[in-house]
């Protein structure tokens, strides 16, 4: 199957389960997001983040690209900061200047 890594057993780990509570992550305001298939996603070294299937990073080729491609800047939306959702089959980028609002909405 995959060789056994770091990032293989990370994401292994992610599963449906019927036990725990369904969210809702809302951005009211964003200044860009990505949803990329798992299967295609580079781990590598030079990110630097915090968390595990949701992270906040401090280091991203992601926040490189919104540097580089757009106009956003510190003064202008304002600070932002990078968040990655590890979903089971999908990793979802987004760059916000405010955090996001985590709801509960299905408790079991």
Same mark, same amino acid.
């Given at each position: 199957?995959?060789?056994?890594?770091?990032?293989?057993?990370?994401?292994?780990?992610?599963?449906? !389960? !019927?036990?725990?509570?369904?969210?809702?992550i809302t951005f009211d305001f964003y200044i860009a997001?990505?949803?990329l298939n798992e299967s295609y996603v580079v781990q590598?070294?030079?990110?630097?983040?915090?968390?595990?299937?949701?992270?906040?990073?401090?280091?991203?080729?992601?926040?490189?690209? @919104?540097?580089? /491609?757009? @106009?956003?800047?510190?003064?202008?939306? /304002?600070?932002?900061?990078?968040?990655?959702?590890?979903?089971? !089959?999908?990793?979802?980028?987004?760059?916000?200047?405010?955090?996001?609002?985590?709801?509960?909405?299905?408790?079991?």
């Amino acid at each position: 199957m995959f060789p056994k890594t770091r990032e293989n057993v990370l994401f292994s780990q992610i599963y449906k !389960d !019927d036990q725990k509570p369904v969210v809702k992550i809302t951005f009211d305001f964003y200044i860009a997001y990505s949803v990329l298939n798992e299967s295609y996603v580079v781990q590598e070294r030079y990110e630097k983040y915090k968390g595990t299937f949701f992270r906040l990073y401090k280091k991203s080729r992601y926040l490189d690209y @919104i540097s580089l /491609g757009t @106009i956003a800047t510190s003064d202008y939306p /304002g600070p932002f900061k990078h968040y990655g959702i590890c979903a089971l !089959d999908h990793i979802i980028d987004v760059v916000s200047v405010e955090e996001p609002i985590i709801e509960v909405i299905q408790n079991t």
